[in-house]
């Protein structure tokens, strides 16, 4: 072999190397490339995510005035309460999922047990869509002592609350507001499921 010969084939073997180092460098690059579009796409869905949530779980709110429908519904202590009753007295009414909804019968308790709400005077009426025998094991396993109404979907439905939850034939987290003159004077949903009492006593207040 000559020197020549030599020389060529190692320049050639050098120029494959040289091929192979820069197809490595370019695969690496590639698989680089590959792993921040990757990342940056998880991080924008994450973000898309956190974002739908925190919008989905913002409270939608109405201070539209009308005559509240009115209703008698049985209670869980068995009396029964009509609408027309409390005439006089402001009324908040709260609407929740009922029975297997932790958060919703933990809010009746937080409120029962505000003194706040107490000294103003309103009369807070729970309705559920349960039965006595349904609501009951987790009113006792909860504390909640406010009697709750039993609603058959006739006064949910009136007061347009079917729906704004997770169950399309269930109630929400809402609360409806009637001053002593049986106005309707303001709702809420919180699909977030829950409003601190202050908080809540504060929008009551401002619209009575």
Known sequence: MTSGTASRREHERQAALDAAKKQQGAAAARRRRLAIIAWTTGLLVVVGLVVAGLVSARPTQSSEARTAP????????????????????????????????????????????????????????????????QITPDMTRLGVTTPFLLDDGTTSKAYDTLGKGMHEGLPGHGFVLIDAQGVQKWSADYPSMWIAPADLLTEVKARL
């Not at 008698?72 to 409390?86: K, N, V, Y």
């Not at 003194?115 to 009369?123: E, M, N, Q, R, V």
């Open 70 to 133: 009115e209703f008698t519904l049985p209670a869980t202590d068995g009396t029964s309460i009509s609408l027309a009753s409390l005439r006089g007295t402001p009324v908040l009414l709260y609407f929740s999922e009922g029975a297997g909804c932790d958060a919703c019968l933990v809010q009746m308790a937080k409120i029962e047990s505000d003194p706040a709400f107490t000294a103003t005077g309103i009369k807070v009426l729970p309705i559920v869509m349960n039965t006595a025998a």
